[in-house]
């Protein structure tokens, strides 16, 4: 967590909301004592539309190759 005087906050608003949108957490300072905290505002999740996922589930293909095979190829840059 970063802190940031009560100035330089004022000045550089923009960036900091950037950064908190980022995942980072200010404190903002006055006279070196902590007097607030930029965080971010937790945001609702979306339901997961469990039927709609069925039917992409059902609709594709079984692999050929497990999973974990998949990635050693793309990590070693085989074709797959």
């Known amino acids: 967590m970063d802190a940031i005087n009560l100035a330089d906050a004022k000045a550089r608003l923009s ?25 971010a505002v937790a945001r609702p999740r979306k339901p997961i539309d469990a039927a709609l996922l069925q039917s992409l589930t059902a609709a594709t293909p079984p692999q050929s190759q497990s999973a974990a095979d998949l990635v050693r190829s793309m990590r070693d840059g085989d074709r797959y």
Do not use: C, F, Q, W
Request: hydrophobic fraction near 35%; charge should be neutral.
């Open 15 to 39: 960036e900091l909301v950037d950064r908190v949108e980022a995942g980072d957490s200010i404190d903002i300072t006055r006279r070196g004592k902590t007097v607030a905290r930029l965080t």
